[in-house]
C-alpha cells in the first residue's frame, strides 16, 4: 500500500523567504509527527499530531516555525523568514496509534 | 531528559564480518528501544525493537538485546552483506504504541565491501 509521501523532495530558499512542507500520512494513521534531520545527525523532534489536534509543539525551534493539520490527514510544516540555520531534511511519519511510526522519504532545505 | 549515544562511524566491514553497533540509552522509567536503517535515497524504516528488559529484537539476521542493567541496546549481525551498507539510528521511545516522539542517536554509517 501507499506509505507516507512528502513533497516537495527538494527546496531551496532564499534566505528570509517564507516555505511550506506537506506530508501526506498513510490513510487513516491518526498520529502524525515532523522531525527535523541536521546533516550528519540523528532525526530530532519538532512536534505532534493526533488527528488534528496539535498535543505537543515542544520541538519547534522558533515561532517561525508552524505546524498544522486541519482535517486530521494532510500536514503542513510552514517555516518563516528561513534562516540558513533552519537547512536540514524534514521528515514526516505517521502511525496507527497501536504500531510504529512509518517514515516519509524527508524533504532537503537549502536556504542560502 | 531522555538521550541515546551511539557509536560513531563511519565502520567499513568486508562481505560476512561480524558487525556490532553500539548503542546506550538514559531515559526516566522503561523505553521502548529501536534501531532504524536507512539505505541510500530511502527513508528511515523500522529495523527492530524492543519493549521491555531482556527483550530481544530481529529482524533481517540483525539482533538485538534490552540491558537495562547496561543500559544498552547493541545491534548485531553475524554476517553482513553488501546490502547492508546503510545509516543506522538507534532510538528510543517512551511506549512502544507509535503515539510518543522518538529520540535518537546521531547515526553510524556502514559501509559493507565485498
Known amino acids: 500500500g501507499a506509505g507516507v509521501s512528502q513533497s516537495p523532495r527538494y527546496k531551496v530558499a532564499k534566505r528570509g523567504q517564507d516555505v511550506a512542507l506537506r506530508c501526506d500520512p498513510i490513510?487513516?494513521?491518526?498520529?502524525l509527527f515532523w522531525y527535523q534531520q541536521a546533516l550528519g545527525q540523528g532525526p530530532e523532534f519538532l512536534t505532534y499530531?493526533?488527528?488534528?489536534?496539535?498535543?505537543?509543539k515542544s520541538g519547534l525551534p522558533s515561532d517561525r516555525f508552524f505546524a498544522e493539520r486541519p482535517e486530521g490527514s494532510v500536514s503542513t510544516l510552514k517555516i518563516q523568514r528561513t534562516q540558513q540555520e533552519d537547512s536540514a531534511v524534514y521528515l514526516c511519519?505517521?502511525?496507527?496509534?497501536?504500531?510504529?511510526?512509518?517514515f516519509g522519504p524527508g524533504t532537503r532545505l537549502t536556504v542560502l | 531528559g531522555n538521550s541515546v549515544t551511539q557509536m560513531e562511524g563511519p565502520v567499513t566491514l568486508s562481505e560476512e564480518a561480524f558487525l556490532t553497533i553500539n548503542c546506550t540509552y538514559t531515559?526516566?522509567?522503561?523505553?521502548?528501544l529501536f534501531w532504524y536503517v536507512q539505505y541510500p535515497g530511502e527513508g528511515l524504516q523500522l529495523l527492530l525493537k524492543?519493549?521491555?528488559?531482556?527483550d530481544k529484537g530481529s529482524n533481517k539476521g540483525f539482533e538485538a538485546t534490552y540491558r537495562k542493567e547496561t543500559t544498552s541496546f547493541h545491534l548485531e549481525k553475524g554476517s553482513v552483506q553488501v546490502s547492508d551498507s546503510a545509516v543506522y539510528f538507534c532510538?528510543?521511545?517512551?511506549?512502544?504504541?507509535?503515539?510518543?516522539?522518538?529520540?535518537f542517536g546521531k547515526g553510524t554509517r556502514l559501509s559493507v565491501i565485498a
Open positions: 524492543a519493549t521491555k528488559a531482556d
Open positions: 490513510s487513516g494513521h491518526v498520529s
Open positions: 499530531f493526533q488527528n488534528e489536534a496539535q498535543l505537543d
Open positions: 532510538a528510543l521511545s517512551d511506549t512502544d504504541s507509535g503515539n510518543t516522539p522518538l529520540v
Open positions: 531515559a526516566t522509567g522503561y523505553p521502548s
Open positions: 511519519a505517521s502511525s496507527s496509534g497501536f504500531d510504529t511510526q512509518y
